[in-house]
């Protein structure tokens, strides 16, 4: 497996990183655990986390998650993991979850709680990677990344990120901390897979230009690419099946989003692409987001240990040329399937 250094940081990473937002909801701590030891026996250094999880957020069990990959992290040496987590910042006395941008706090005051609080949680003295859970619309990003940068000074955190920005915000904050001459975002965590290349377009222009790297999360867009959804049919006790049949109608989107005629006849023709190469859907799937230059680490998640193996195949594998002529021929024909 080949490591692969994130932006311009010392952290060299796995390829395949173990993201961990569904520990302590639709995952209890002892699979989490099981899941958590089988990453790391098949080499896998990276971990994923935030002070919001688990998902579907909820005041009561939020921060639950970083508890348990706290329990689990004692039971590792500290320097063989390098830890990620986020800040989505406070309101009413901790945080609201954001149900949308500008609805985030990252000023000075909820970072350095944030923290502290995360730190605790976590049972470790440091952050490998801080990042922004969501882009700040009302805070100048120059009081956030004074904030992180005087953390990374602290000695609390090694490095930053950013999550669920845009070109123009990755941008933005980058000439900001040139100007500034402070720490910068080294890493964006977006929504990147077959079903979602639009990192494509932009981003990956500016990744590559300014050597800052692409986390993927969702490569098998939230399920969609395990080919588990089929036409009419909904399985049971799965994420979008429980999205749809909420009464919130932002809620019923985002399972459209992920969900809807376009996304099912993509995945339909990459399953066959992957029957062709004799390989389970998720694991090509995996190997696509991990198989870009200015992609340092993919975050695969799970809610059991048994779902791990297709995804770990991934960790050795790069897609040959016809493959990916393949899956672009896929891309033009059913253009940006999830919008």
């Known amino acids: 497996m080949t490591y692969r250094y994130i932006g311009k940081t010392g952290l060299r990473v796995s390829p395949i990183c173990m993201g961990t937002m569904t520990f302590g909801s639709s995952c209890d701590e002892s699979e989490a655990f099981k899941i958590l030891d089988k990453a790391y026996d098949n080499g896998i250094n990276f971990i994923d986390t935030a002070e919001l999880y688990p998902v579907p957020p909820t005041a009561k069990k939020a921060g639950l998650t970083e508890m348990i990959v706290g329990k689990w992290l004692s039971t590792k040496p500290r320097n063989s993991i390098i830890l990620a987590t986020k800040v989505a910042g406070a309101a009413n006395g901790w945080f609201v979850p954001p149900i949308r941008h500008g609805m985030t706090a990252?000023?000075?005051?909820?970072?350095?709680?944030?923290?502290?609080?995360?730190?605790?949680?976590?049972?470790?003295?440091?952050?490998?990677?801080?990042?922004?859970?969501?882009?700040?619309?009302?805070?100048?990003?120059?009081?956030?990344?004074?904030?992180?940068?005087?953390?990374?000074?602290?000695?609390?955190?090694?490095?930053?990120?950013?999550?669920?920005?845009?070109?123009?915000?990755?941008?933005?904050?980058?000439e900001t901390s040139k100007r500034l001459n402070i720490s910068r975002f080294e890493s964006i965590?977006?929504?990147?897979?077959?079903?979602?290349?639009?990192?494509?377009?932009?981003?990956?222009?500016?990744?590559?230009?300014?050597?800052?790297?692409?986390?993927?999360?969702?490569?098998?867009a939230g399920g969609v690419l395990s080919g588990k959804y089929n036409g009419e049919f909904i399985p049971p006790n799965c994420r979008y099946g429980a999205y749809m049949a909420n009464s919130s109608p932002r809620v019923r989107a985002q399972a459209a989003r992920f969900v809807n005629d376009k996304t099912l006849s993509a995945t339909a023709q990459y399953s066959l692409i992957a029957r062709e190469l004799g390989i389970d859907l998720v694991t090509l799937a995996v190997a696509y987001s991990k198989?870009?230059?200015?992609?340092?680490?993919?975050?695969?998640?799970?809610?059991?240990?048994?779902?791990?193996?297709a995804s770990l195949e991934a960790k050795d594998m790069e897609l040959s040329i016809e493959v990916m002529k393949l899956i672009e021929d896929v891309q033009k024909e059913i253009m940006y399937p999830m919008g």
Not at 126 to 147: G, N, R
């Open 189 to 220: 965590q977006n929504n990147f897979s077959l079903n979602n290349p639009r990192a494509l377009d932009e981003i990956a222009h500016i990744c590559e230009s300014e050597q800052i790297s692409l986390l993927p999360y969702s490569p098998i």
């Open 291 to 309: 198989q870009f230059d200015f992609v340092a680490s993919t975050i695969i998640g799970a809610n059991s240990v048994a779902q791990l193996d």
């Open 106 to 174: 990252i000023d000075s005051f909820h970072i350095k709680r944030a923290i502290e609080g995360s730190l605790k949680r976590l049972g470790t003295d440091y952050i490998d990677l801080y990042q922004m859970h969501w882009p700040d619309t009302i805070v100048p990003i120059e009081e956030s990344l004074k904030a992180f940068d005087e953390l990374i000074k602290e000695g609390k955190v090694r490095y930053i990120g950013t999550s669920n920005d845009s070109a123009y915000g990755l941008t933005k904050a980058n």
